[in-house]
């Protein structure tokens, strides 16, 4: 449909200069092809069956996340758009984890705010809105709790900091860190692995175990180096028509 063609055209052959101009327009057509099963997807997650999710999203390995509820202890939960993160978060509700709490950023327009808060609370959970973050956070410290962003979306403020992803300075996002010191919840890196078409995978893996311990920036640079890896393994999973470099350092 041409959508935003030009714009993932230029973010592939910027990140991956080596690569031909055959190479870059495969990874182009597998992003569309899984970019609009993703739209489709999503919008099914308003409908879908507890039984039907179970089966498009299977769990893989975890145990980092086990461990800490085993323990009583909430976690703060760094995602990417990477595969099926809407699919993914439905499948994480319905499992014996500490309760969904994702962050999001209100949509202008209600009728589809409404629609993405009932896609994202259908099977339980619930949603902060970016602002309320810390304000729903304080309210819910009794419960054991894991809170959810996708910490890979352009930071509003232009005072933002900035850090290479993919070889390219970038405002990035460091909301994660923050409220893991705030509260001292360990941060758990939540991936979605595509499987094949229509089939999803969860895995997760400790991000920072002991967030005032560690150094300012360390675990906003432990994230990017994990959605780094994961982009660089698999780019046609990645949100390649979000405007990722529209500032400029300067």
């Known amino acids: ?14 990140t991956f200069p080596d690569k031909s101009n055959d190479e870059i327009e495969s990874i182009l057509r597998k992003f569309y092809q899984n970019f609009f099963d993703l739209v489709f997807e999503t919008v099914k997650v308003l409908t879908i069956s507890k039984r039907q999710t179970k089966k498009h999203v299977v769990l893989g390995d975890m145990k980092a996340l086990e461990q800490y509820r085993d323990k009583g202890q909430s976690v703060i939960i760094s995602m990417g758009h990477f595969g099926n993160w809407e699919l993914g978060a439905a499948r994480f509700t319905l499992a014996d984890y500490p309760q969904l709490m994702a962050v999001y950023k209100p ?96 895995n997760c893996e400790v991000l920072s175990d002991k967030p005032t311990e560690t150094s300012k ?19 046609e999973e990645w949100l390649w028509t979000h405007n990722r470099w529209k500032r400029t350092k300067d």
């Open 107 to 202: 949509l202008s327009n209600p009728f589809f705010d409404r629609m993405m808060s009932k896609t994202r609370t259908r099977f339980g959970g619930d949603v902060y809105a970016m602002e309320e973050t810390l304000d729903r956070m304080r309210e819910d410290k009794d419960k054991l709790t894991a809170v959810a962003l996708l910490a890979d979306q352009n930071p509003s403020s232009h005072n933002a900091y900035w850090y290479k992803l993919l070889g390219r300075e970038t405002p990035v996002f460091t909301g994660v860190e923050l409220l893991a010191r705030r509260f001292d919840y360990p941060v758990i890196y939540l991936r979605v692995d595509r499987l094949k078409r229509g089939r999803y995978q969860l």
């Open 1 to 14: 449909m041409g959508y935003r063609v030009s714009l993932v055209r230029k973010n592939l052959k910027l």
């Open 217 to 235: 920036y360390e675990i906003t640079h432990e994230y990017i180096h994990r959605i780094e890896r994961d982009i660089l393994a698999r780019p």
